[in-house]
Nanobody
Framework: QVQLVESGGGLVQPGGSLRLYCAAS????????MGWYRQAQRELVATISS????NYADSVKGRFTISRDNAKKTVSLQMNSLKPEDTAVYYC????????WGQGTQVTVSS
């Protein structure tokens, strides 16, 4: 079955950076869109399609970058210029039948 495992979260001061990783156990990974969401409501942060098209929430545009490595079956979220408002649990999502989610990784931005 599909498994998504996030890592890279932690505590960082405002203005700092973090890079989140999502490792996917998913057959034909390269054919699926992937995404990052946050908070209990699973608010959109960023998505990336199978052909590399990206979408970002207005609140993170210009600060966050989503990318994927199909050979390693991973999706990353580079977060720069972090703000306290970015504090949340971040979830990895695979756009397959059933819409699979990871367990989440905590990001805390605080001085």
């Amino acid at each position: 079955q599909v498994q998504l495992v996030e890592s890279g979260g932690g505590l960082v001061q405002p203005g700092g950076s973090l890079r989140l990783y999502c490792a996917a156990s998913l057959t034909d990974f390269s054919t699926y869109s992937m995404g990052w969401y946050r908070q209990a409501q699973r608010e959109l942060v960023a998505t990336i399609s199978s052909d590399g098209r990206t979408n970002y929430a207005d609140s993170v545009k210009g600060r966050f970058t989503i990318s994927r490595d199909n050979a390693k079956k991973t999706v990353s979220l580079q977060m720069n210029s972090l703000k306290p408002e970015d504090t949340a649990v971040y979830y990895c999502r695979a756009f397959v039948n059933g819409n699979y989610w990871g367990q989440g990784t905590q990001v805390t931005v605080s001085s």
